[in-house]
């Protein structure tokens, strides 16, 4: 019997790579996403379940039975409008999949935090999300990994000036995100979703919190 995942957030870009990734993964016989709005991705493995996150408490348990929970759940302070509506994308809704996950016993809950996530953060983008792993933390999931990818690359269908910088650098300075700021090294979303499921399939001890720096290495063990 193969594993059944759940996708929050395939409409983003690492949550479409994950989406990408999973259904080309023979391990994985059941996928559902949980969507505002429908995917344009047909798949007979495929399930798009359209939701209200503010009713997330709604799903049935047993949707979330020995599954991997994927959290790629994410939103910009410009695009949420303010503080109460990042709050509820970043934390609130994540908090309560990892809720879910816990009462009905799911596999794994593998999320997309952020470099510098720290509870105690003076910055509220960071705080939100230190509070979000450290509350996740206090769940004790059965097994729970934390990805702190620092800028994200990929297809955005958009130009972004410090992403495009930020990839150049790392392209041509390799050695610039050594040692100390390897956290701050930028990322690839499609290594993301590799790590991401390198930690649900892979048995044996995983780090708990994974930097940035550490994620393709971590995407390379699907190749093996």
Same mark, same amino acid.
């Not at 994410?74 to 503080?83: D, E, I, R, V």
């Not at 990042?86 to 596999?107: N, Q, S, T």
């Given at each position: #019997?193969?594993?059944?995942?759940?996708?929050?957030?395939?409409?983003?870009?690492?949550?479409?790579?994950?989406?990408?990734?999973?259904?080309?993964?023979?391990?994985?016989?059941?996928?559902?996403?949980?969507? $505002?709005?429908?995917?344009?991705?047909?798949?007979?493995?495929?399930?798009?379940?359209?939701?209200?996150?503010?009713?997330?408490?709604?799903?049935?348990?047993?949707?979330?039975?020995?599954?991997?929970?994927?959290?790629? %759940?994410?939103?910009?302070?410009? &695009?949420?409008?303010? &503080?109460?509506?990042?709050? $509820?994308?970043?934390?609130? @809704?994540?908090?309560?999949? /990892?809720?879910?996950? &816990?009462?009905?016993?799911?596999?794994?809950?593998?999320?997309?935090?952020?470099?510098?996530?720290?509870?105690?953060?003076?910055?509220? @983008?960071?705080?939100? &999300?230190?509070?979000?792993?450290?509350?996740?933390?206090?769940?004790?999931? $059965?097994?729970?990994?934390?990805?702190?990818?620092?800028?994200?690359? /990929?297809?955005?269908?958009?130009?972004?000036?410090?992403?495009?910088?930020?990839?150049?650098?790392?392209?041509?300075?390799?050695?610039?995100?050594?040692?100390?700021? /390897?956290? @701050?090294?930028?990322?690839?979303?499609?290594?993301?979703?590799?790590?991401?499921?390198?930690?649900? %399939?892979?048995?044996?001890?995983?780090?708990?919190?994974?930097?940035?720096?550490?994620? /393709?290495? #971590?995407?390379?063990?699907?190749?093996?």
């Amino acid at each position: #019997m193969g594993r059944r995942a759940i996708i929050a957030g395939a409409t983003g870009l690492v949550g479409g790579e994950l989406v990408k990734l999973l259904l080309g993964m023979r391990e994985y016989e059941a996928i559902t996403v949980l969507v $505002r709005r429908r995917i344009n991705v047909a798949h007979p493995r495929l399930t798009q379940l359209v939701i209200d996150y503010e009713k997330l408490g709604e799903l049935p348990p047993e949707l979330f039975a020995e599954t991997d929970v994927y959290c790629a %759940l994410g939103t910009t302070m410009k &695009k949420a409008g303010s &503080k109460e509506s990042f709050e $509820r994308v970043d934390y609130h @809704y994540p908090m309560e999949l /990892g809720k879910l996950a &816990k009462r009905a016993g799911a596999a794994s809950y593998l999320l997309v935090s952020s470099t510098g996530a720290d509870a105690n953060s003076k910055f509220f @983008y960071t705080r939100v &999300k230190g509070r979000l792993e450290r509350d996740l933390q206090s769940l004790s999931l $059965r097994s729970l990994h934390l990805f702190r990818p620092s800028l994200i690359l /990929g297809d955005r269908g958009e130009f972004r000036f410090g992403e495009s910088v930020a990839a150049k650098l790392s392209a041509w300075m390799p050695l610039l995100f050594a040692g100390p700021l /390897g956290k @701050y090294k930028p990322v690839h979303a499609e290594a993301i979703a590799g790590a991401m499921a390198a930690a649900a %399939l892979t048995k044996g001890t995983f780090e708990r919190i994974i930097p940035s720096n550490r994620i /393709g290495s #971590m995407a390379s063990l699907l190749r093996k």
